[in-house]
């Protein structure tokens, strides 16, 4: 009985953890793309991507930073830095950050 209630308990802490988030979330299956930031001022012709990998929401493995964004991409000066996000049911999730330039 003590095994059912502690798993109960840990089961929703992990669903109500997920309620405040800077991006949109679906309880079942997420996809998504936001855009971050632009800089019109520059050509954007190079693209970088970075990415980070998430497992039962307990591990996440990655860097989906700017910075490896742009050395990815041999990018010096930034134009767009996106975001795109897909997870299903919270046990896989892939984020990424797509950054565009010069």
Not at 32 to 49: L, Q
């Amino acid at each position: 009985m003590k095994f059912i209630f502690g798993l109960l308990v840990i089961t929703s802490v992990l669903v109500v953890s997920g309620c405040a988030s800077s991006e949109p979330v679906g309880l079942i299956y997420s996809s998504t793309a936001n855009g971050v930031s632009a800089n019109n001022k520059i050509y954007s012709e190079k693209v970088g991507k970075s990415c980070a990998t998430s497992i039962l929401s307990i591990v996440a493995i990655g860097d989906a930073n700017v910075n490896d964004a742009k050395a990815d991409g041999g990018i010096y000066k930034v134009a767009t830095v996106d975001n795109t996000a897909f997870n299903v049911l919270g046990v896989y999730g892939h984020y990424c950050t797509v950054v565009t330039g010069e």
